[in-house]
């Protein structure tokens, strides 16, 4: 079985000596041991390791590991090869005696506090997966016929993935799915009948061309080898087939790829958005052309765009330089001076990576409030994976959700504590109260609760500099959810005496469960202007007094779970007709959409006379 195994990668005599020799070793190995084992010399071994990752035992989408190593010091590199090399031998070690045991579960330890379907990893087959408690986290695990048994750190923490679950909140969906349900979730998208929210957000690709070349990325043209690049009229349909959802459209949307702003006509784009009847339009970006070209930043703001949603990776040239090939800070903070100029709205989006930037939350939350008059949210979202990777290399990556919250409570000296932060379908409530004062279907929250979290923190002013408040601080959040579904009883049941019976109320109910003496501002007032005029701009009023700090976490294929894909509230349209789940979108049908409705960078650049990928 062994020697199938090497003959298939065609390695040289020196590769095979190396492999059989950590085959056969009990445990991983240093580049010293098999230089005395062997015989051969320590650069010999150095230099065959990197041929043997670099060699066809490396899949296409594993590339970008090589890549990541490039942009580090020479001993670094050299190091993470290595540890990536070793965990590859395992998962040889493993396959072998998954095909001897075939069919044999390995099943773990653990009480079982859930059960969904997933994927295979490997072959992408719908199969069963388990969550186990173990050790006091959640472990997601799940067995192939053919590709053997997987798992991974689903949730780091078993207690606050209990809490999470109890603001679960089931919606009916779509009444007009596009999709019909054949295959099962989530092979039906979409949206199929068995969807359980609508579009929140709802997201499209408007090119898959970029200014950067990043080390981590295969997603742009240059590396991909096509364009996909949709045209004004497919936008438009895209549009207006997320509008027209039933009972509610979406009225959020967001331009991404690739690089939105590589567009000439983004502009009209976001202009088109808003005439489709869109409230919100915000766009992906790196920012490198608003960096260059800061006039961009007003004309997009009086097109109607809302919010810069930035790639902002740190605060050191780092993690730019890891991740993206060159130090961008420079760039970053000029984008911010763009934004403040024509007073339009940017989101912080860390892209939070172990040992690249999970040092840097405490300090990208201080940032964004020194420039909280712009600033308006941080949104962090922990690296996915593709590809093949070992447990022992998921575990030691992998950074859920807990892990994320208690960074920020470590790095902020316990001024923005785990506990602050709350489930993303815990504000459905209010919409629900806003549906019924308004007469019409509000856009829901309705994700699974294990999808994000999020909590809200104002700031006050001292002689020493910013004192950060979190809302739990002076409102008993809990209580004020239990107030709000009794304030949509009481709507229900008004009658002609609705409004003044619910004004009543908030004037008598509020100040129970707000501290007004800790309060930074007049609370009661914000929420009494909601009450008596729901709408954006006074629900606007109350995010603008404060930072929002968020942490949505994306699947991939070892830890995608049915349940949150079936719930899922942030959507890509697509050029055929169909709206498809974030994370469905990027772990299965991104690459067949795009092929499906692209053309060859040759003849692209006949018909544009531009190069695809634009390098500042």
Known sequence: MIEEALNMFGLTQNE???????LDSKRPSTVKEITERL????????????????????KKEEKRKIYFYRAMPEGDAIEALERNFNNKLKNIKSEIYSHRKKGVKNMSDGKILDTTKSICPVCFKRIEARLREVDGKVIIEKDCEEHGHFEDVFWSDAEMYKRAKGYMVDKTGVQNPNTKELKGCPFD?????????????????????????????????????????????????????????????????????????????????????????????????????????PELAQKLKDAGLNTVYLQFDGLTEKPYIIARGRNLLPEKLKVIEACRKAKLAVTLVPTLVKGMNDDQMGDIIRFAIDNIDIVRSVNIQPVSFTGRISTEELREQRITIPDFEKIVEEQTNGQIKAKNFYPIPCVVSISKLVEVLRGVPQPEFTCHPHCGSATYVFIKDTDDGHEIIPINDFVDVDKFFDLIKKATEIVKKGGTLKKPRLLKMAMTELPKVVDRKKAPFDIVGVVTKVLKNPNYNTLSEFHYKGLM????????????????????????????????????????YREDIEKKFSESIEEWNKKNRTKVVWCI
Request: aromatic letters at 6%; one cysteine or more.
């Open 16 to 22: 095979i000596d190396i492999y059989r020799y950590l």
């Open 39 to 58: 015989e051969i010399s320590e650069r010999s071994v150095r230099e065959n390791i990197k041929d043997l990752l670099q060699k066809k035992i490396i």
């Open 189 to 293: 998208c979409g949206l199929c009948p068995n969807h359980k929210s609508h579009t929140v957000l709802g997201l499209i690709d408007v090119t898959n061309r970029c200014n950067l070349k990043c080390p981590i990325c295969f997603a742009n043209a240059n590396a991909a080898g096509y364009v996909y690049e949709p045209t004004v009229d497919q936008i438009k349909e895209m549009l207006e087939n997320m509008k027209n959802e039933m009972p509610v459209g979406a009225k959020a949307i967001q331009y991404s790829g690739g690089e939105p702003l590589m567009r000439d006509d983004i502009v009209e784009l976001v202009k088109l958005a808003k005439d489709v009847g869109y409230t919100h339009v915000q766009i992906a970006t790196n920012g490198l052309r608003l960096a260059y070209e």
């Open 549 to 588: 700090i968020g942490c949505m976490h994306f699947q991939d294929p070892y830890n995608l779970r049915e349940d949150r894909v079936s719930r899922c509230i942030i959507h890509y349209a697509t050029p055929d007709g169909r709206i498809i789940p974030f994370c469905s979108m990027n772990t299965i």
